[in-house]
């Protein structure tokens, strides 16, 4: 799984459900006919664990690793990241106050202000974009409108 060319490419990346779906897991099980379920759950925990520390590090490390969404309450994933990351303190953003739950909202709250105050919402050194600039915009309505 790790040979997928995804994971050769360098950070800033981001990608989701378009390309890690079942058709992907499916392609690579093909090779192992009958594999326990338990298995394949255990090992895209530790794919998951290794390619984010492998970023992690490759970024330099950090002294906390702040998880969130459902990945954060996955007691495997949390495991192996610690044991990946000796030194660094994995925990989830809930322990600090910041529920992951509600980290997507909160994230598009701030972009949204920042867009408001006509301020970056991006970090080029991040996304990969080649200057910084206020994301979006708002568009106001002239008229009323009736909503049912």
Known sequence: MLSDPYFSQPAPKST???YFNYGWLE???RHFPGV?????QATLAELTAVTISEQVLLSGGCERLMVCGGGSRNPLLMARLAALLPGTEVTTTDAVGISGDDMEALAFAWLA???LAGLPGNLPSVTGASQETVLGLFSLLTRDIRVN
Do not use: I, K, M, Q
């Open 36 to 40: 326990d379920p338990r298995d394949v």
């Open 113 to 115: 202000w920042r867009t």
């Open 16 to 18: 989701g459900r378009e």
């Open 27 to 29: 392609r690579h099980l």
